[in-house]
């Protein structure tokens, strides 16, 4: 099957290759913006609520179950947060559009030896 956007490989490479330089720095200003007014709120509920939890913990044995699951939850959300780090750190996030073009050259490789 044909798609009449692969017709010109040299097209392809052109539609692919994203942004320029001016429009990546103010992308990433804007992300970094919203990670800050998101996160930082975020965050600091979170770790007031951590903290009502390990007052509640110390009292007595009522909220002692509650650590575990709460451990868990820490543990497994830095790992995914690390997983995301490293793939950002080596470049997994850089061109997201070739994939797909890549998949219909394949494709069209695939209909041509059938």
């Given at each position: 099957?044909?798609?009449?956007?692969?017709?010109?490989?040299?097209?392809?490479?052109?539609?692919?290759?994203?942004?320029?330089?001016?429009?990546?720095?103010?992308?990433?200003?804007?992300?970094?913006?919203?990670g800050i007014l998101i996160l930082i709120p975020s965050m600091l509920g979170f770790v007031m609520k951590?903290?009502?939890?390990?007052?509640?913990?110390?009292?007595?044995?009522?909220?002692?179950?509650?650590?575990?699951?709460?451990?868990?939850?820490?543990?497994?959300?830095?790992?995914?947060?690390?997983?995301?780090?490293?793939?950002?750190?080596?470049?997994?996030?850089?061109?997201?559009?070739?994939?797909?073009?890549?998949?219909?050259?394949?494709?069209?490789?695939?209909?041509?030896?059938?």
């Open positions: 099957m044909s798609h009449p956007k692969m017709s010109n490989s040299a097209e392809a490479v052109a539609v692919s290759s994203g942004p320029s330089r001016g429009g990546r720095s103010a992308a990433w200003t804007v992300t970094i913006v919203l951590f903290r009502e939890l390990m007052a509640i913990t110390e009292g007595g044995t009522e909220g002692g179950f509650a650590i575990t699951p709460v451990i868990n939850y820490l543990l497994a959300s830095s790992g995914f947060f690390l997983l995301l780090v490293w793939a950002a750190l080596n470049g997994m996030f850089r061109d997201l559009e070739r994939p797909k073009y890549l998949m219909l050259e394949n494709e069209q490789e695939l209909d041509r030896n059938d």
